[in-house]
């Protein structure tokens, strides 16, 4: 185990201990699990950003080329006036 020191607000400090008091565990505990939760949010979106700029358009196309065309589901229907971002470009 490591041990960090942080400045955090007061009001964030009382938050952990409340916390920590409610699920009847320390506030090491509270604060580990909100940095891993944390950390865990921005790996995330790093790998979303990643692979998004793996995509190519040209084989998004030709995935949904294969996509049957057919009127929506009930209930699946876009509401009126709706635009495409993507006929906007």
Request: no cysteine; proline share 9%.
């Amino acid at each position: 185990m490591t041990t960090i020191e942080a400045q955090v607000p007061d009001y964030l400090a009382r938050l952990a201990r409340e916390a920590a008091a409610k699920e009847n565990v320390s506030v090491d505990q509270i604060v580990a699990l909100a940095l891993a939760s944390q950390v865990s949010a921005w790996g995330v979106r790093d790998n979303m950003a990643t692979r998004a700029a793996r995509g190519k358009l040209v084989d998004f196309d030709l995935i949904m080329s294969k996509a049957p065309d057919v009127p929506p589901q009930p209930g699946d229907e876009l509401p009126p006036g709706y635009v495409s971002p993507l006929s906007q470009k």
